[in-house]
Structure formats: structure tokens, C-alpha cells
């Protein structure tokens, strides 16, 4: 099997409305990279490749075929409270205060305009979640 490099085996692939829009928030709030794009005849989005450091999301112009989606996305980032803040400087609306989770993680959530959540995680310890 071969998947491209900075794919996944599953990929997040999210149709949303006023794509050109979103692609500008994923860089403004998260700093994701535009790696690739191809457009329709309109000049909308067809696919549109967001890197994030190690993860590759697509995203596409919503239409009657397939309509806008929304998704949850758990995003690691350097520190949850200068994320939040950036998220929502760049449109983003606070959906839960940062703070230290049980499970080693300083947290913090935010909702996209497209309705999209997303949960910046600053995690504390080097080490999993779960001991097997």
C-alpha cells in the first residue's frame, strides 16, 4: 500500500462552504500550509491539501452533491492558550476554556465558522495516554 508523504492511513477530507475562506482560516489560526490545490472550472475549490506539521487534511467547496460536513479534530499544539487565542483572532468562537485535563493534557476548544470543533491539546508528559 503507499500513501503519500504527510497523509495517513485515513485522512480528514471535510466539504465546507466558502472553501477559499476556511483554507485562509486554517492557515491564519493554526498555521496549516497549502501543499496543493486543484479548482473546478468556477475557480472553487475541488481539493485542497492543509498540512498541519505532520498531518495532511483535504478540504473542498461544498455543493448539492456533497454538501458542507462538519467534524471534530484533535489538534497537538505547542501551547493550548496562545492556540485558542489565535483561533480566535483568526474567526474562531471559544467553546471551552483551556485547562489541565485529567489525562495530561491542557486543553482548550474552539468552533470554526463551517461549525467544524476543535480541540487544541498541549500535552504535558511524554508519555501515552493508556499504559497497556
Known sequence: MNVPDGFATV??????????????????AFGALE????TTPDGSIAN??????TTTIMVSEASSEFPA??????????NAHEAVA?????GATKIMDVADMPYNDRQGGVRDASGNIWWLSQRLVDEPYFKR
Open 86 to 90: 489565535r483561533a480566535i483572532e483568526a
Open 48 to 53: 485542497c491539501q492543509m498540512k498541519f506539521d
Open 11 to 28: 485522512t480528514p477530507y471535510i466539504f465546507v462552504d466558502q472553501a477559499d475562506a476556511y483554507v485562509r482560516f486554517l492557515s491564519d
Open 35 to 38: 501543499i496543493g490545490r486543484s
Open 69 to 78: 460536513s462538519s467534524a471534530a479534530f484533535y489538534l497537538y499544539v505547542a
